[in-house]
């Protein structure tokens, strides 16, 4: 019981924003072309996390979509 369990290694090393930009409430994933493009601009050693997400908290989905569809 009680509040969730953040233990563990956080890191920083990508440029996918922890929750989902307005910009993108309805798309999961980033066009190919465009992640490329954050990724370019990006620091050193940075990308997008999970296969060009617009977010790293996934549930709950991007409006309209069910989870497991």
Do not use: C
Not at 9 to 35: I, K
Request: aromatic fraction near 8%.
């Amino acid at each position: 019981m009680g509040g969730p369990d953040l233990q563990g290694v956080w890191d920083f090393r990508s440029v996918t924003p922890l929750e989902r930009p307005a910009e993108f409430e309805n798309q999961e994933y980033l066009h190919p072309l465009a992640a490329a493009e954050v990724e370019l601009w990006g620091d050193p050693g940075t990308e997008l996390a999970g296969g060009n997400r617009t977010a790293l908290i996934v549930d709950p989905p991007p409006m309209g979509r069910k989870t497991g569809s």
